[in-house]
């Protein structure tokens, strides 16, 4: 089955509870990413999936675990980017845009945002706001667990990210 452009069928490859992407999670060293993913394509330029920026509906903020005030290590793969400290924090962003990727509530990329709003409903969502000052995209956000955020961003959505902290 073909779903929002996919070449191939859906999967609950994100486990949104356990803060995880296709088995590297929250809180994992950046050699898990390495080791599942390869060497990244790219280290540099904005924290998404290459091919990917802050207009598809990358998350508002993404912030540095408590304490870490350098610039976090980015690892930058066709549908998934990770941001990573060297502490015992390790990776405390995953921003998926796998067209492929579904939550094991079933809300996935090409999905209306409405979706995810029916499947989270405690989730906070905004319209597009193209003001000069800070333009946003549509997105939903909110806490789903004690230190587990998520973010669905775009109206059809095109990123989902995880979070141990707020995004938006």
């Excluded at 060293?29 to 802050?54: C, V």
């Excluded at 067209?99 to 945002?113: C, E, K, S, W």
């Amino acid at each position: 089955m073909s779903h929002g452009g996919a070449t191939g069928p859906r999967q609950r490859s994100i486990d949104e509870l356990a803060g995880s992407y296709k088995g590297v999670a929250l809180g994992d060293p950046k050699s898990a990413a390495i080791r599942a993913f390869g060497k990244p394509a790219a280290t540099t330029g904005p924290s998404t999936p290459l091919g990917s920026d802050f207009y598809d509906g990358g998350p508002l903020i993404q912030r540095n675990p408590h304490g870490y005030a350098k610039r976090p290590d980015l690892l930058r793969y066709e549908n998934v980017a990770f941001l990573s400290t060297p502490t015992r924090s390790g990776i405390h962003s995953i921003v998926i845009s796998d067209p492929r990727a579904t939550t094991q509530r079933g809300v996935g990329i090409g999905d209306p945002l409405s979706r995810a709003k029916h499947a989270y409903p405690t989730l906070r969502c905004f319209k597009a706001d193209d003001t000069f000052e800070s333009p946003s995209p549509a997105h939903c956000s909110g806490k789903l667990a004690d230190g587990r955020y998520i973010w669905f961003g775009n109206d059809p959505i095109r990123i989902i990210a995880l979070s141990p902290t707020s995004m938006g």
